[in-house]
C-alpha cells in the first residue's frame, strides 16, 4: 500500500519547530508491514494547507492519515474534504488526541473521514493498513472508529496500551533532518529534537488533555533504550539539544536517575529541556539532571491558590513549588513556572495570591520565569463538564462543527477554542492581571531579555510581533 502521512502547517509554531513524533512512529511500525510509507511535514516544507493539498493529489495514496490537535482540527478537516474530492479511492485515517476523544461526533461530521484511530497509533495502523490491503473489513481492525455504509458510526474492541514502549522507534529516515535547525529552550544555539521517554499520565488535572489517558496508563521506556535513541540522534544527525516531551519527567525516580546516569556513563555532551511537577523532584534529582545536561524545566504550576489548585486536582502544595523552585535555582537549572488563570473556583483574591506567588518565585534568581495564560477548555476534560455545566458550553456542542467563540476571536490565539469562564468574567480577570501584573518595569525587563537573545533577522521579526 502506499501511505501518506502529514502533519498540517502551523500556525501557532513560528521557530523552534521539531520533527513530530506522532506520525514517525506510525510510519516506522507500517513500513515493518512492508508498506511504502512517505510522510510530510508541512510546516517545515513551508506547504500551505492548499498546497498540502496538491501534494497529496499528486501522491494520490492507497491510505492518507494525518495528525491533530484541537487547534488545528479545521485545517485538517479541510485538507481531508478537498483531499477526498478527488481522491474518493483514498482511505482516510486520522489520529491523535483530537479526533480520539471526539471520534464519534467527528465521523457524523466529516463524510471525508473513514476511519479514526483512536490512542496510540502504532500497532493499529499497521492492522488496518493490513486489512485493507488485503481486501478485509474494518470490523476486524481493534482500536478504531469508522462508518459503515449504512452511516452508522461503529467503535470496534478497544486496544490495549502498548506496554514494551522499547519496541518502538521513530523512522526517523523518513524526513529530512537537516531541515531541522531549531535550537532548544534555554541555550543560545543548541540545535534540537523531540524525544520522549514514557507515555501516558496518571493524575487527573481537571483543565488537561492528557487527564484522559487513566491513572494505569503510565508506561516508560528502559533507561537504556531511551538513551541508546538520544545517543542515535547525537552522532547519526549532530542533535546535542534534546527536548523531552514527557509531560512529567520525573515522575519515577529511577527512572529519571537511570537516563541521568546512562547519558553521563556513555559521556554525551548533550543540553535537554525537561517537563516537571513540583512534587516529583528533589535536590538530589536536580542535581543528577543538571549533570547530565539538564538546562531547562517547565513546571506546569497554575495557581497560587490551595483553594484552586485544589478545584483544578493539581494534587501539588506552595511550599512544595516553593522548595522545587528553590532548589531549581540553586542548582543552575532555569525553570519556566506555568500558570493559568480563569480557573475554576477562583476570585479575585485567589488571582492575588497567584500573581505574589509568581513574584515570590521570580524574586529567588533571575533564571525564574513565570508565563501565563487564560484556561481554554479542551473536549474530554472535567473541563469541558463544567463548561456544560454552566452553559459556557452547549450540551450538545460539537467539536468538529465550525465555531466561533467571540471572546477567544477577541482574546485568544484561536477563535475556535474557547475560553473558561466562571467565578469571574475574561475581562475582570484581565483587568486584575493588568493592575497587578504588568508593570513598567516587567516590560522592560521582558524588553531586555528579548533584545539580548537577538541573533538574527527573524529574532527581531518574533521581538517585534511580541511587543506589539
Ligand atoms: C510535543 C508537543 C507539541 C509540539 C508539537 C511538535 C512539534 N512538531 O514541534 C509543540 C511544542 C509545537 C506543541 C504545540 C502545541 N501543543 Co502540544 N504537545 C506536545 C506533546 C508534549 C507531545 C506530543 C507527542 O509527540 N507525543 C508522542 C506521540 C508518540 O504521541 P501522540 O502525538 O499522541 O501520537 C500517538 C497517537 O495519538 C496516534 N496518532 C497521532 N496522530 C496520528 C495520525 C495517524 C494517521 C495515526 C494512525 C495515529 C496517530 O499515534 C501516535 C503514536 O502512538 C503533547 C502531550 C502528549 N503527552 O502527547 C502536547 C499536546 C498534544 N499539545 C497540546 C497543545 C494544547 C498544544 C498547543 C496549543 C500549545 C500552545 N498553547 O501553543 C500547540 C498547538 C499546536 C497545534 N497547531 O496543534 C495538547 C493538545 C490538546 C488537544 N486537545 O488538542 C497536548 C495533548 C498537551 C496537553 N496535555 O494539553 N505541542
Ligand atoms: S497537567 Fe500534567 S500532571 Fe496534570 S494531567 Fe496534564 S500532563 Fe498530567
Redesign the pocket.
Known amino acids: 500500500m502506499n501511505i501518506l502521512?502529514c502533519t498540517l502547517p502551523?500556525?501557532?509554531?513560528s521557530k523552534d519547530?521539531?520533527?513530530?513524533?506522532?506520525?514517525l512512529?506510525?510510519a516506522a511500525q507500517a513500513e515493518k508491514g512492508g508498506h511504502k510509507v512517505k510522510i510530510i511535514d508541512s510546516h517545515i516544507e513551508g506547504l500551505t494547507t492548499d498546497n498540502l493539498v496538491k501534494t497529496i493529489i499528486q501522491e494520490q495514496p492507497d491510505i492518507l492519515?494525518?495528525?491533530a490537535?484541537?487547534?488545528?482540527r479545521f485545517e485538517v478537516i479541510k485538507v481531508l474534504k478537498k483531499a477526498k474530492q478527488f481522491l474518493p479511492e483514498t482511505i482516510t485515517?486520522?489520529?491523535?488526541?483530537?479526533f480520539?476523544?471526539t471520534a464519534e461526533d467527528a465521523l457524523k461530521c466529516i463524510p471525508e473521514l473513514d476511519v479514526i484511530?483512536l490512542?496510540?497509533?502504532?500497532y493499529?495502523?499497521y492492522n488496518l493498513a493490513n486489512t485493507i490491503q488485503g481486501g478485509g473489513s474494518f470490523d476486524s481492525v481493534n482500536g478504531i472508529a469508522f462508518r459503515k455504509d449504512s452511516g452508522e458510526i461503529i467503535f470496534t474492541k478497544p486496544s490495549t496500551f502498548i506496554h514494551n514502549l522499547d519496541d518502538l522507534t521513530p523512522a526517523w529516515h523518513l524526513i529530512d533532518m537537516d531541515k531541522y535547525q531549531a535550537r532548544l529552550e534555554g541555550t543560545y544555539d543548541t540545535r534540537a529534537i523531540?524525544v520522549?521517554s514514557a507515555?501516558g499520565c496518571p493524575s487527573s488535572s481537571v483543565f488537561?488533555?492528557?487527564s484522559i489517558w487513566g491513572k494505569k496508563s503510565y508506561r516508560m521506556k528502559s533507561p537504556l533504550k531511551f538513551v541508546d535513541e538520544i545517543e542515535f540522534l547525537y552522532k547519526k544527525y549532530g542533535f546535542k539539544g534534546f527536548d523531552f516531551?514527557d509531560?512529567t519527567l520525573t515522575l519515577s525516580k529511577n527512572h529519571i536517575l537511570g537516563i541521568c546516569d546512562e547519558i553521563l556513563r556513555r559521556e554525551l555532551k548533550i543540553e535537554w529541556y525537561a517537563r516537571a511537577r513540583v512534587n516529583t523532584v528533589n535536590k538530589e534529582i536536580l542535581l543528577s539532571m543538571k549533570r547530565a545536561g539538564c538546562v531547562a524545566i517547565g513546571y506546569g504550576i497554575e495557581s497560587g491558590s490551595p483553594k484552586v489548585l485544589e478545584a483544578i486536582k493539581k494534587k501539588i502544595t506552595i511550599s512544595q513549588i516553593k522548595q522545587a523552585v528553590k532548589d531549581t535555582a540553586d542548582i543552575g537549572i532555569i525553570s519556566k513556572n506555568f500558570f493559568m488563570f480563569s480557573l475554576p473556583k477562583e476570585q479575585e483574591e485567589d488571582i492575588l495570591m497567584t500573581i505574589n506567588l509568581m513574584k515570590e518565585l521570580v524574586s529567588y534568581s533571575s533564571t525564574v520565569t513565570t508565563p501565563y495564560?487564560l484556561t481554554l477548555i479542551?473536549?474530554g476534560t472535567e473541563l469541558e463538564k463544567l463548561a456544560k455545566s454552566r452553559g459556557i458550553l452547549s450540551q450538545n456542542f460539537s467539536w468538529n462543527t465550525y465555531t466561533e467563540f467571540s471572546k477567544s476571536r477577541l482574546y485568544g490565539?484561536n477563535k475556535t477554542i474557547p475560553f473558561y469562564e466562571e467565578q469571574l468574567s475574561l475581562e475582570k480577570v484581565k483587568s486584575i492581571l493588568r493592575r497587578n501584573l504588568v508593570s513598567k518595569g516587567d516590560f522592560f525587563q521582558k524588553a531586555k531579555r528579548r533584545l539580548s537573545r537577538i541573533r538574527n533577522f527573524h529574532d527581531i521579526l518574533s521581538s517585534f510581533k511580541a511587543f506589539r
Open positions: 502521512l502551523e500556525v501557532c509554531v519547530y521539531l520533527p513530530h513524533l506522532s506520525l512512529y506510525v492519515g494525518v495528525t490537535t484541537s487547534h488545528n485515517v486520522a489520529g491523535g488526541v483530537h480520539t476523544i484511530v490512542w496510540e497509533g502504532e493499529i495502523f523531540g520522549m507515555r488537561c488533555s492528557n516531551w509531560d495564560a479542551y473536549p490565539e
